[in-house]
């Protein structure tokens, strides 16, 4: 993963766990990269983060 992409992920995953607070709950939220929408939500067992912004792919899974 280069520096690029290591700084991406890690600014959308601040904004996506900022956002994204109750379990079983799906956020939308505004990714900071490309800015369109993003949605995602917390795992309802165990608490683990998913998040995916549909423009840019970019996404997270816990």
């Known amino acids: ?7 991406d992920f890690l600014k959308f995953l601040e904004v996506a766990n900022e956002t ?19 949605e995602g939500s917390k795992n309802t067992y165990n608490g683990h983060l998913f998040a995916k912004c549909k423009n840019c792919d970019m996404q997270i899974i816990e």
């Open 1 to 7: 993963m280069s520096k690029v992409e290591k700084d």
């Open 20 to 38: 994204i607070k109750e379990k079983g709950k799906i956020y939308k939220f505004r990714c900071p990269l490309c800015g369109n929408e993003a």
